[in-house]
């Protein structure tokens, strides 16, 4: 399986399509991510999934709750717990910043992709805000419009 390079350069884990079509990305902040021995083996497999994951600050440090990295098979009684709190790294004024804007203006901080950086697993969370349903639908014809208009490109 051919790897995809995600924006920031690094090959691309997963993408979290739900969060981009579900919310409105406000901010992007990238973080590196605390991880145990069989969860980057789990990682590099591809045994990740963002259902239902989110980011909160809890006591001025960055969590991301909900992840579900899979069991190594062959990680045996070293293995880790599938769901656990995993502490994301950033810098304490960018963590204070989007404390301070989740809180006051009412946002959420979710998970939008996962991507190896220089051998290393990072994770962009972003500030995000529900999208309507209206919205929504905006934003599926305008996708659309797009690769219309990119195959019309290609063609001639």
Same mark, same amino acid.
């Given at each position: 399986?051919?790897?995809?390079?995600?924006?920031?350069g690094g090959s691309m884990?997963?993408?979290?399509?739900?969060?981009?079509?579900?919310?409105?990305?406000?901010?992007?902040?990238?973080?590196?991510?605390?991880?145990?021995?069989?969860?980057?083996?789990?990682?590099?497999?591809?045994?990740?999934?963002?259902?239902?994951?989110?980011?909160m600050v809890d006591q001025?440090?960055?969590?991301?709750?909900?992840?579900?990295?899979?069991?190594?098979?062959?990680?045996?009684?070293?293995?880790?717990?599938?769901t656990r709190r995993r502490?994301?790294?950033?810098?304490?004024?960018?963590? &204070?910043?989007?404390?301070? $804007?989740? =809180?006051?203006?009412?946002?959420?901080?979710?998970? *939008? %992709?996962?991507?190896?950086?220089?051998?290393?697993?990072?994770?962009?969370?972003?500030?995000?805000?529900?999208?309507?349903?209206?919205?929504? &639908?905006?934003?599926?014809? $305008?996708? =659309?419009?797009?690769?219309?208009?990119?195959?019309? *490109? %290609?063609?001639?």
């Open positions: 399986m051919a790897k995809k390079k995600s924006e920031s884990i997963l993408k979290n399509r739900r969060a981009y079509h579900e919310y409105e990305i406000i901010e992007e902040l990238e973080c590196g991510i605390v991880l145990t021995g069989t969860e980057v083996k789990s990682l590099r497999a591809g045994s990740v999934n963002f259902a239902d994951s989110y980011a001025n440090e960055l969590w991301l709750l909900g992840l579900n990295i899979a069991e190594y098979k062959q990680g045996n009684i070293y293995n880790h717990a599938p502490k994301l790294l950033a810098h304490k004024p960018e963590i &204070r910043k989007l404390q301070v $804007k989740s =809180e006051a203006q009412g946002m959420t901080l979710v998970p *939008l %992709r996962m991507f190896w950086s220089r051998g290393r697993a990072k994770v962009a969370v972003g500030l995000v805000r529900g999208k309507a349903t209206h919205d929504k &639908r905006q934003s599926i014809k $305008k996708r =659309e419009f797009d690769r219309d208009r990119q195959r019309m *490109l %290609r063609r001639s």
